[in-house]
């Protein structure tokens, strides 16, 4: 099982300002990194897929990086509505596995 | 649009068989992958098995072969059936299809509401 360790836990900011979430596997996972939202009582959204392609619907302001085993989801300037929960989920072997979560909260 | 509703009991007792089903519309079940992911607050998120449009089947192996994952084609439905459940089941479920084309198989994009079932004598 690839166990994915995301950093930090929770991100208090305000809006406005830039938020950058990282996501360390325990093995590589080439490029099949992907990134959900939740927000309570909701079921997760797909935001990023394939580490850097931003699913349909989803603003610029979202954006990708990585390979390997390090990621990072990039929020260029947070808007009111994106304060939630952010998961990474691999695929690789297909096992697909998610990381614990890191909560972006209002500062 | 694609829409998925899963339905099933709320509560399950202890050392029985926990039974969902994912109710799809605006797309046939023939095609795509369609799995199952539950949330617990201890545990997060944990994929629990994909039906393929193959007509296999892929599980996560921690579940120890607990999980079995059938469809009525007829009905467009598929279900999930968890057997010996404990408290550590219970969770919230979720019916899950990947996006299709220009995604892998794994990027989970159209979702079910969720279904919370708790594990409880």
């Known amino acids: 099982e690839i166990v994915l360790t995301q950093s930090p836990a929770t991100l208090s900011l305000s809006p406005g300002e830039r938020a950058t979430l990282s996501c360390r596997t325990s093995?590589?996972?080439?490029?099949?990194l992907g990134w959900y939202q939740q927000k309570p009582g909701r079921a997760p959204r797909l935001l990023i897929y394939g580490t850097s392609k931003r699913a349909p619907g989803v603003p610029a302001r979202f954006s990708g990086s990585g390979s390997g085993t390090d990621f990072t989801l990039t929020i260029s300037s947070l808007e009111p509505e994106d304060f939630a929960v952010y998961y990474c989920?691999?695929?690789?072997?297909?096992?697909?596995?998610f990381g614990g979560g890191t909560k972006v909260e209002v500062k | 649009q694609v829409q998925l509703q899963e339905s099933g009991p709320g509560l399950v007792k202890p050392s029985e068989t926990l039974s969902l089903t994912c109710s799809v519309s605006?797309?046939?079940?023939?095609?795509?992958?369609w799995c199952w992911i539950r949330q617990s607050p201890g545990q997060g998120l944990e994929w629990i098995g994909c039906?393929?449009?193959?007509?296999?089947?892929n599980y996560n192996p921690s579940l120890k072969s607990r999980a079995t994952i059938s469809k009525d084609t007829s009905k467009n439905q598929f279900s999930l059936k968890l057997s010996s459940v404990t408290a550590v089941d219970t969770a919230v479920y979720y019916c899950?299809?990947?996006?299709?084309?220009?995604?892998?198989?794994?990027?989970?994009?159209?979702w079910g509401q969720g279904i919370l079932v708790t594990v409880s004598s």
């Open positions: 605006g797309a046939s079940i023939t095609w795509n992958y």
């Open positions: 039906l393929f449009d193959s007509g296999s089947f």
């Open positions: 989920q691999q695929r690789n072997n297909n096992w697909p596995t």
């Open positions: 899950a299809r990947e996006g299709g084309g220009g995604y892998s198989g794994y990027d989970f994009v159209y």
């Open positions: 093995q590589s996972v080439s490029d099949y």
